[in-house]
């Protein structure tokens, strides 16, 4: 709904409800985000003609890895001495929310080692790959935050504002400013970082070629993108307030020097050939004269 050139968004975030449980649509993005992520891991195995135990693997070490990882990174990283003091809530409060995405990423890759070790293929075969799903699952997680009416901008007086009715944060501390909708910002960003990676994989066959550059690509479109549009996020956590940068934009550094890492050893090394799949030969019949 529009006013005053701004968009009040009155969004409801639960999409149904069995009993005092609600199904929120934050949580379907998630469950929805890793089915995405697996089923273009599962295309990859079979494209690359590899067992189908890979793809079921990755389901499992990424999918808990991933979780695992948001939830203690949000524990860890904004309220370290609140979920110390009382660990047992890191599990009991996790339906109240609380997932962080550079836990998840710290999860993911812990995760995907184990499942390279596993399945005894190079660690950068499974990043090339891993990313791809993870821009895409990425943006549709911000989605998510958007129904939730949460992680939004700073005041603003563009046209796509927004009036985050629901938000108790917004209504004490904006209310009747519109605010940038950073969540469709962050999202858009992943979608064009999907775009680009997603080329490179199937359009130019990177992951072959220079094995480790499509990851680079990938964490680095991620985390500076994460990086800038933090310049306009208002705060998580009270403690951040005053701070240079925010809790966000020192998590992201360290990514972005990985990538930056990456990025340059996988340009630095040759060139790796692309061996032509042999199939069977086929011979042509020979004619016989009638």
């Not at 990755?58 to 949000?74: D, E, N, V």
């Not at 910002?185 to 094995?211: H, N, Q, S």
Request: hydrophobic share 45%; charged share 20%; glycine share 10%.
């Amino acid at each position: 709904m529009l006013h005053t050139l701004s968009i009040v968004w009155n969004f409801d975030p639960v999409f149904f409800s069995l009993g005092s449980l609600d199904i929120r649509y934050y949580g379907l993005a998630w469950a929805l985000a890793i089915l995405i992520a697996a089923k273009f891991f599962d295309n990859f195995v079979k494209r690359e003609g590899l067992p189908s135990s890979v793809s079921e693997s990755i389901f499992l070490y990424g999918t808990l890895a991933t979780i695992i990882g948001s939830r203690l990174g949000h524990c860890l990283f904004y309220d370290a001495s609140y979920y110390l003091s009382q660990p047992w809530t890191i599990l009991t409060e996790f339906r109240d929310g609380g997932m962080a995405s550079h836990g998840a990423a710290i999860g993911l890759l812990i995760g995907l080692w184990l499942f390279s070790k596993r399945n005894k293929l190079p660690y950068l075969w499974s990043l090339d790959r891993i990313i791809i799903g993870v821009a895409i699952g990425g943006a549709i997680v911000r989605f998510g935050n958007l129904c939730n009416s949460e992680i939004f901008g700073t005041p603003t007086s563009l046209p796509w504002g927004f009036e985050f009715v629901r938000s108790a944060k917004w209504v004490n501390e904006y209310a009747p400013a519109a605010v940038h909708p950073t969540q469709i910002y962050e999202a858009l960003c992943y979608l064009i970082d999907f775009a680009v990676v997603t080329w490179m994989y199937y359009g130019r066959d990177l992951a072959r070629r220079r094995p480790g550059l499509i990851f680079g690509v990938g964490l680095m479109g991620i985390f500076l993108s994460r990086l800038l549009i933090e310049l306009i996020k208002t705060e998580q956590e009270a403690f951040e307030v005053g701070m240079t940068l925010n809790m966000g934009q020192w998590l992201s550094i360290p990514f972005i020097l990985l990538a930056g890492g990456v990025i340059w050893y996988a340009l630095r090394r040759p060139e790796q050939p692309i061996k032509e799949e042999k199939g069977p030969k086929m011979t042509p019949k020979k004619r016989t004269k009638k």
